[in-house]
C-alpha cells in the first residue's frame, strides 16, 4: 500500500511538471563544464537577473519585454536548459546552439573560456546563444558577411571576441530580430537604461553594443536599430 502511494504522488508530481514547462526550470551542465565555468556562468546570468530599469527601447519591448531581471531570467530559462563543451564546426566560434542535437542546449567552446572579456560581454553571448534555440524562428540562422567586409575606417572588420577576420564568415544578419541583433539590443539598453549597474557595465555593454551592431549588414535594419538607440546615423 504504502509504494502504491508512492508511485501515485510520483504520477502527480510529472504531470503538474509537464503541465507548467518553463517555470522554474534549473539549468544543467554536463559533467565536463569545469566548476570554475559553471560557476561563472550563473553568476553571469545572476547578474542579468538582478538588473532594474525604468526605461525600456522599443525593439527592446519586442524581443525581451521590459529591461528587467526577472524578465530577463525567464527568458533564458524558457529557452536554454542545458550548457555543454563542444568546438561548434570552427575553430573561430565562440558558442554554439547545435538544432539538430538539441534547439534547448548551449555549448561553450575553448574561445568563451580563453579570453578575459566583461560579465556583460559573456552574457550577452548566452542571450545570442539562446535566440538561435528558436526552432519556430528557424533558429535565426546567420547571414553571410561580405568580403571585403570593412568597417567605417576601411579596416577589416574582426571579432572582438577572438579576433578573427569576419568577411565570407556566416556572422552577419539581415534582420535586427536574429541573435546578433537582440544581443546588440540587449546590449544598448544596459548601456543606456539600466539603473542599479555601475558606470564600468554600462560602458562595456556600450562598446560590446557599438560593436555587434555592426555585424547587421542590411542598411534599413541597422538604421532602425540605431534609431531605437537614439545612435546618429
Ligand atoms: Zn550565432
Excluded at 526577472?70 to 547545435?98: E, L, P, Q
Excluded at 538544432?99 to 548551449?106: A, L, R, V
Excluded at 537604461?193 to 555601475?198: E, K, Y
Excluded at 562598446?207 to 545612435?231: E, L, T, V
Aim: with cysteine; hydrophobic share 40%; aromatic share 8%.
Amino acid at each position: 500500500m504504502k509504494l502504491l502511494v508512492t508511485s501515485l504522488v510520483l504520477a502527480l508530481t510529472i504531470a503538474s511538471a509537464q503541465a507548467m514547462p518553463n517555470t522554474k526550470r534549473t539549468l544543467t551542465f554536463d559533467a565536463n563544464v569545469e566548476a570554475p565555468l559553471k560557476t561563472q556562468m550563473l553568476s553571469d546570468l545572476a547578474f542579468l537577473g538582478s538588473v532594474k530599469s525604468t526605461k525600456t527601447s522599443p525593439l527592446h519591448l519586442k524581443v525581451f519585454g521590459q529591461v528587467d531581471g526577472a524578465v530577463y531570467a525567464d527568458w533564458f530559462g524558457s529557452r536554454i536548459y542545458s550548457i555543454g563543451k563542444n568546438d561548434c564546426g570552427s575553430a573561430n566560434a565562440v558558442a554554439c546552439v547545435i538544432p539538430y542535437i538539441n534547439s534547448n542546449k548551449m555549448w561553450v567552446t575553448k574561445n568563451y573560456t580563453q579570453f578575459d572579456h566583461p560579465q556583460v560581454a559573456r552574457v550577452s553571448v548566452t542571450y545570442h546563444e539562446a535566440r538561435h534555440s528558436e526552432t519556430q524562428n528557424g533558429n535565426w540562422s546567420h547571414a553571410t558577411c561580405p568580403t571585403p567586409f570593412k568597417d567605417a575606417n576601411g579596416n577589416d572588420m574582426k571579432s572582438i571576441w577572438t579576433g578573427a577576420l569576419l568577411q565570407g564568415q556566416p556572422a552577419c544578419d539581415v534582420t535586427a530580430f536574429g541573435s546578433y541583433g537582440s544581443a546588440t539590443i540587449l546590449l544598448k539598453n544596459i548601456a543606456m537604461n539600466c539603473s542599479n549597474c555601475n558606470s564600468k557595465v554600462k560602458a562595456d555593454a556600450d562598446i560590446f553594443g557599438n560593436d555587434q551592431i555592426n555585424r547587421i549588414i542590411d542598411a534599413n535594419s541597422k538604421a532602425a536599430m540605431k534609431a531605437d538607440f537614439g545612435m546618429r546615423k
